[in-house]
């Protein structure tokens, strides 16, 4: 029942994102991945929207190592804004279901509740108790989309629109936010960088104002982003049949195989051989 559709993604493995610890033997959910429109794309990434039915007595659990963003989540029962999870993100899925969901860029958090975004690490609330959109509104007018047939495309692209216009108002984003946004994008797409001080480097600032930035806007500091995108880099190289943990260690930075296994298990609740052995 599983499609995946990411556009402007050209890597067939690219559909399923590396973050989401997919166990591929689970067919009681499809997901269809967009992306937003192009005058947002400093204040959002994408848009997700799974749909399930999981039968009677069998739940499905849904594990991602989340990306150093926040979250507005829609769906039939609840409507929210997470904040960025430092650990592993757990959704324990049951019955039949939707929801509708963006990935917002790093400068979005901030903007959307007008107060350091550490505050919401590993934190969720009601979307109403946003002060910048109408929370009750956005909810019900997405469910009134998607309750019919969650999965007709028609619906889902009206329902995006929707959440897309209730974030218009935001723009544009200020010079601290498109700061934080190049340098997240930065960590995220240059696997040669494994020290904070190389960070700091390429954006001529100190780590402490990082540091500060960072808890502002993102809600966690650098040394979590490297990490984080390091495992990240791992879980997808491990979906390879042919995948050398020896190897995969030693180009992500690890001093050794055994603590990329440590690194791994601590925040997977899995050793890498465990995980690769889901795709073989």
């Not at 959910?29 to 999981?54: G, M, N, Q, Y």
């Not at 650990?87 to 990935?103: D, E, K, Y």
């Not at 956005?138 to 629109?161: I, K, T, Y």
């Not at 979590?224 to 997808?236: G, V, Y």
Request: include cysteine; proline fraction near 6%; hydrophobic fraction near 40%.
């Amino acid at each position: 029942m599983r499609t995946s559709a990411g556009a402007g993604r050209t890597a067939a493995r690219d559909d399923i994102e590396r973050a989401h610890l997919v166990d591929p033997t689970d067919d009681t959910w499809s997901i269809i991945r967009a992306s937003v429109s192009p005058d947002l794309s400093e204040l959002a990434r994408r848009f997700w929207i799974p749909v399930w039915d999981v039968p009677e007595g069998r739940d499905s659990v849904q594990q991602v190592l989340q990306y150093p963003v926040c979250l507005v989540v829609v769906s039939d029962t609840y409507a929210r804004f997470y904040g960025v999870t430092s650990g592993l993100s757990h959704t324990m899925l049951t019955g039949r279901g939707w929801a509708v969901g963006v990935m917002l860029q790093p400068a979005a958090g901030h903007l959307l509740t007008r107060e350091p975004v550490r505050r919401m690490t590993d934190r969720f609330v009601d979307l109403p108790t946003l002060p910048t959109l109408d929370g009750t509104d956005l909810s019900r007018r997405v469910r009134s989309l998607m309750r019919h047939d969650p999965a007709s495309p028609a619906a889902q692209a009206e329902a995006r629109a929707v959440v897309e216009d209730a974030l218009r108002p935001l723009l544009p984003v200020d010079d601290e936010g498109s700061l934080v946004n190049a340098i997240i994008e930065d960590v995220e797409t240059s696997p040669d960088l494994l020290r904070v001080g190389d960070l700091c480097a390429r954006f001529d600032i100190s780590e402490r104002t990082l540091q500060r930035l960072l808890h502002k806007r993102v809600g966690l500091g650098p040394k979590w982003l490297i990490r984080r995108r390091r495992l990240q880099e791992a879980a997808d190289r491990l979906r390879d049949s042919d995948a050398e943990l020896a190897r995969i260690a030693v180009e992500l930075g690890y001093a050794d195989q055994g603590h990329f296994t440590r690194d791994f298990r601590r925040a997977t609740g899995m050793t890498p051989g465990e995980f690769a052995s889901r795709f073989r």
